[in-house]
């Protein structure tokens, strides 16, 4: 939904407008997008520290692209591509990986012992999906993005996003042999 | 397990992003000391030289440092004498730049060449290739080796320590993706002559941690999911002994500063050591830099706040990358660090940019169909007595080929074929799903589709691209193209729940299928 003052305007590029009125409408489209990309880089990234980095680091590049925008967009979905690309390149470059010394428990909420080792299981299995699946998982069942905007955010459609999540359950059977296409 | 089950298992296990994460700064970045610049056409490297020059660092005070003694918290003259001492220099990059539309598969280009320290330009280097070495099904990766003068398909977790050779995971069978494979091999390649070595074979999934002197560090997981075991191979033998959990070097134990959580694994260093940043981000944050050795011994070699004039995480900007590309919403290029800062300037060539977007092809208007033809045929879906069981088709795997760039489609149907539904295992009595149809391209002419209640007079409406007919009947004009098959989605809304028959006629054939809508709403999405 445009704001209204877009509309007002005319213009068809949604970064036509320069200066201080075009960072004010790149801050009001994108403001109430953080908390979803707050969500989805921790689940990309499960540590508090790289995912305010990749939030502000995306923001920035998505701050830079803005121009480039065409009004018809699905901002969050164009919002939330780029974080998850950013999100992508830190797990692929390797070079630091911040890791919570106090395990991470510090942060999940409090759950019995048993219940604590079968989430471990899942959550090394979910760190251990291929970048793609990881991503399509988070946005399905993380975020509860319907799969038209799954498929926005990863390039596909929304079946062929449907599927990529059904693969990635079937490689996720973890502790949890009854998930299959069914999910 | 059910969609919400799973649902609220997976963010149990995640748990919620905590309610202190800061805010990103919105809009044009602030002009202060502390704050980042983004240049058009720049790229930016932070973190990433950072941490390249921490290990030239590192590797030099080690060698020049008492092992096993806690540093008193130095100044970081350190960086400026480097700085004197070992550059100019070019360091080793990985270029990844990416463009994308909403709804379209991403176009990335890398490129492998040096950024020139501290001048900031970046060339290509017109021989950075990796091609012609053998390489794993990780995603792509190089490092420069400087002891061989060529990129290595390697990174810097995978690379030898004396960076003539490195490791790789290849999935077995051939050709295997992780999705079908069943086992897994670890090689060592030697990356002057090019051989491939095969080192260790397992049935779970191996991962490469780390190579150092002790040997290659690698995980195995089971293909269906299990516990993590860590392995030390021999990469002269291939022997293999299991390893502690506590050799993972992204565990780190007994940080030894008070109010100190947070810690990142750098990387490893000669001689076996590991280097570590302990203590966070924030601005103004107290932080240190530690070796530990192969004994355990920690020392300091760094301490600062994060943030300020003199941060161990210097910054550079970098000009002569790639120009972003014309027609996309959003582009972006990384530079990554990939190998060392090799003395002296180097000149290479102007990186190659991606191509502007492509101008979507039209769609080819559909053929005009006389429906009232395959309309005449005869619905001979069985009625189903109330109460009686429903027979539902049975589940067939399907090789689906469809055309590049239309993204990916099930593997499944059911049916006897040519024409197949497929989508969903269950349908739901109350609101709209998807429904799909895959068509083999042994048959290239339209499909009518008409679905009715065996077990009721419940009504249906199916909607899509192509012709609705009424009376939950549906046509689709043009199916498959050989050698790709026919997808066709399209939206199925079912009033009551019950069994159901789908029949798809053909100019030639004649299938139907029979599947089950459950009561009630569809899960969320």
């Not at chain 1, 991503?135 to 319907?146: E, H, M, T």
């Not at chain 1, 999540?165 to 949890?176: N, Q």
């Not at chain 2, 720049?42 to 030239?56: C, P, R, T």
């Not at chain 2, 208007?365 to 027979?391: F, Q």
Request: hydrophobic share 40%.
């Amino acid at each position: 939904m445009l704001p209204p003052r877009i509309e007002k305007v005319g213009v068809t590029a949604l970064g036509a407008l320069a200066g201080a009125e075009g960072d004010q409408t790149f801050a009001d489209l994108v403001a109430p997008l953080v908390p979803a990309a707050q969500r989805l880089a921790y689940g990309m990234l499960q540590n508090p520290h790289d995912c305010e980095d990749a939030v502000q680091e995306a923001t920035f590049k998505a701050w830079r692209a803005f121009p480039r925008l065409r009004a018809d967009s699905n901002v969050r979905a164009w919002f939330l591509k780029i974080v998850a690309n950013e999100c992508r390149q830190r797990r692929r470059s390797r070079w630091w990986s911040i890791v919570k010394v106090a395990s991470v428990g510090d942060d999940t909420p409090s759950i019995s012992s048993s219940d604590g080792e079968a989430a471990m299981d899942l959550r090394r299995a979910v760190r251990r999906l291929p970048d793609d699946m990881r991503l399509a998982i988070v946005l399905r069942y993380y975020l509860d993005l319907p799969f038209e905007e799954v498929g926005s955010v990863l390039g596909v459609s929304g079946p062929a996003a449907k599927a990529r999540v059904h693969r990635a359950l079937v490689r996720l059977r973890v502790e949890i042999p009854e998930v299959s296409a069914d999910a | 397990m059910r969609e919400e089950e799973f649902r609220e298992r997976l963010r149990g296990a995640l748990g919620e992003p905590p309610a202190s994460l800061g805010a990103p700064m919105l809009g044009r970045p602030a002009s202060s000391g502390a704050a980042r610049t983004y240049p058009r056409l720049m790229g930016l490297l932070a973190i990433g030289v950072a941490v390249l020059l921490i290990l030239v660092l590192v590797g030099s005070r080690v060698t020049l440092r008492p092992r096993g003694n806690v540093l008193p918290a130095a100044t970081p003259t350190g960086v400026a004498q480097l700085a004197l001492d070992s550059m100019p220099c070019h360091l080793a990059v990985y270029v990844v730049q990416e463009a994308d539309n909403p709804g379209q598969p991403s176009a990335p280009a890398t490129s492998l060449g040096f950024v020139n320290i501290p001048s900031g330009t970046f060339f290509a280097d017109p021989r950075g290739t990796v091609q012609d070495l053998p390489a794993g099904s990780t995603p792509s990766a190089a490092l420069y080796s400087a002891e061989l003068h060529r990129w290595l398909p390697a990174t810097n977790r995978s690379i030898s320590p004396d960076h003539r050779s490195y490791a790789y995971v290849k999935l077995t069978p051939p050709g295997a993706t992780f999705n079908k494979a069943t086992g897994s091999e670890l090689h060592v390649v030697d990356g002057a002559t090019g051989s491939d070595r095969k080192l260790w074979a397992s049935a779970a999934d191996i991962e490469v941690i780390e190579w150092t002197s002790s040997g290659i560090l690698a995980s195995t997981v089971p293909w269906q999911g299990g516990i993590m075991s860590l392995w030390l191979v021999d990469p002269a033998t291939g022997s293999t002994t299991q390893a502690p959990q506590s050799a993972d070097p992204t565990l780190f134990k007994g940080i030894p500063f008070a109010g100190i959580s947070n810690y990142s694994y750098l990387g490893p260093v000669a001689e076996g050591s590991r280097v570590y940043r302990l203590g966070g981000r924030d601005a103004g944050t107290t932080y240190y830099v530690i070796t530990v050795d192969p004994a355990g011994h920690v020392t300091t070699i760094y301490m600062g706040k994060a943030g300020d004039a003199t941060d161990f995480d210097p910054s550079f900007k970098v000009s002569g990358g790639p120009a972003a590309p014309a027609g996309y919403q959003y582009s972006n290029i990384t530079f990554l660090p990939a190998g060392p800062c090799v003395p002296g300037e180097f000149r290479g060539v102007a990186a190659t940019p991606l191509p502007k977007a492509p101008t979507p092809s039209p769609s080819p208007t559909p053929p005009n169909v006389d429906w009232s033809v395959l309309m005449a045929k005869p619905l001979m879906l069985p009625d189903v007595a109330g109460g009686a069981p429903c027979n539902t088709s049975s589940q067939v795997s399907l090789q689906v080929n469809v055309r590049p760039g239309s993204g990916k489609w099930p593997n499944y149907g059911f049916g006897p074929g040519p024409a197949y539904l497929s989508g969903q295992i269950y349908w739901y009595s109350a609101g709209s799903q998807a429904m799909l149809v895959l068509v083999d391209p042994k048959y290239t002419g339209p499909v009518l589709v008409r679905v009715k209640q065996l077990d009721g007079t419940g009504s249906i409406t199916l909607t899509g691209d192509g012709t609705g007919l009424g009376g939950g009947a549906f046509g689709i004009p043009q199916t498959s193209s050989p050698p790709y098959w026919g997808t066709w989605i399209g939206s199925f809304t079912p009033s009551a729940p019950g069994c159901y028959g789908i029949q798809f006629d053909g100019t030639s054939f004649t299938d139907d299928a029979v599947f089950e809508v459950k009561q009630g709403p569809p899960p969320p999405g």
